[in-house]
């Protein structure tokens, strides 16, 4: 349901900017956010975005990520500048989506992308 992308190495201090688009052409998509999984640590929420552009920031990426999404093309971004190696994780996108299925009864469902790698190198 969701595609990722834009992932990579980088040297510390550099940029990198994630995407993730919403497959089905039918969904609604409402709140989407960004989470990270470093190698032996818990998946954590980096940040949110809702449908009408309320963001919020895990405090130790504030100042240097920015979310953002385009309605239309159903897709959030996810902006990193200034990376530190700490950043290293892979980043998962998830989305509150919601659509209609054969019986015309509403699906409500949060999804998530598949991951994709970001190094940050010092």
């Known amino acids: 349901q969701l595609q990722a992308s834009g992932g990579g190495l980088v040297q510390a201090g550099g940029s990198l900017r994630l995407s993730c688009a919403a497959s089905r052409s039918d969904a609604s998509v409402n709140d989407m956010r960004w989470y990270r999984q470093a190698p032996g640590k818990q998946r954590e929420l980096v940040a949110a975005?809702?449908?009408?552009?309320?963001?919020n920031y895990a405090d130790s990426v504030k100042g240097r990520f920015t979310i953002s999404r385009d309605n239309a093309k159903k897709t959030v971004y996810l902006q990193m500048n200034s990376l530190k190696p700490e950043d290293t994780a892979v980043y998962y996108c998830n989305a509150d989506l919601i659509y209609y299925n054969d019986y015309e009864a509403p699906v409500v469902g949060r999804y998530w992308g598949q991951g994709t790698q970001v190094t940050v190198s010092s």
């Open positions: 975005i809702t449908s009408g552009g309320s963001t």
